[in-house]
């Protein structure tokens, strides 16, 4: 998006709040890729998308810093809960001072690890919305891996699915990540098991309605 635009539209949507523009400001110094944060106007959009839904359990993969988590967090109602799962054992206690910093700590779980071990450990535990943020290369795999833990008629979201325009272009031989998300959004738009639309905010993001 044109910078102009995205400063007008940054300038016409709800402010980012006090601890996640801090948040944003210190990845900035001191994480090597502060720009996988989803920011300010995806962070606005997660939760109007959360306060939509309604959802009672929500399952984020790909936790970074918590700024998603906290967006996400903020659409819950009272009881819902929202369960996180970070790979990067280097970001656990920036993370764990985020969360602890929000008004969320109670609603949110950090899991530790590989979320392709850790989500078939959610024996009959199932959740309304899932939001898929992680590794690109294992996007596929995080989507199947996912799917059976979504309730009938649940929702899931993947970030990053125009990965910056780069799905159009024949990607080079070891760029894993561009095939990753390639090989995401073919696959997908064959799947008669869910509902797809891609929408173009930032680089891409779909949301998928399971059928019934
Ligand atoms: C784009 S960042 C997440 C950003 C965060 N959702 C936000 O918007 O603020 C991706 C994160 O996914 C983590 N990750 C990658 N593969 C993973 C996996 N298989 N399981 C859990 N976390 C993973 C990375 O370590 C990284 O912190």
């Known amino acids: ?10 300038a016409h949507i709800d402010e980012e709040p006090e601890l996640l523009r801090k948040m944003q400001r210190e990845a900035h110094v001191k994480l090597l890729h502060p720009t996988m944060i989803s920011g300010h106007l995806q962070g606005r959009l ?7 839904i309604r959802p009672q359990r929500v399952l984020e993969i790909g936790t970074y810093t918590g700024y998603s988590a906290i967006s996400i967090a903020e659409g819950l ?3 819902a809960a929202l369960h996180t799962i970070e790979i990067d054992e280097e970001m656990e206690d920036m993370i764990r001072h985020n969360l602890s910093h929000s008004s969320f700590a109670e609603q949110i779980t950090l899991h530790m690890g ?20 992680a590794d690109k290369r294992d996007y596929w795999n995080l989507y199947e ?3 059976p833990k979504i309730k009938s008629e649940g929702f899931l979201l993947a970030d990053n699915t125009l990965w910056h325009g780069k799905v159009l272009e024949e990607p080079e031989s070891n760029d894993w990540q561009t095939k990753g998300i390639i090989a995401f ?9 869910v509902e797809k639309v891609i929408l173009p905010l930032r680089d891409g993001l779909t949301l998928i309605r399971k059928k019934k």
Request: proline share 2%; no cysteine.
């Open 1 to 10: 998006m044109a910078y102009a635009l995205e400063e007008y539209i940054l």
């Open 46 to 52: 997660l939760k109007m998308l959360v306060q939509m």
């Open 77 to 79: 109602e009272g009881h």
């Open 114 to 133: 590989d979320a392709l071990e850790i989500i078939p450990r959610f024996r009959d535990e199932y959740f309304d919305l899932v939001f898929i943020d």
């Open 145 to 147: 891996t996912a799917l």
């Open 185 to 193: 959004n073919d696959k997908l738009a064959d799947d008669d098991r």
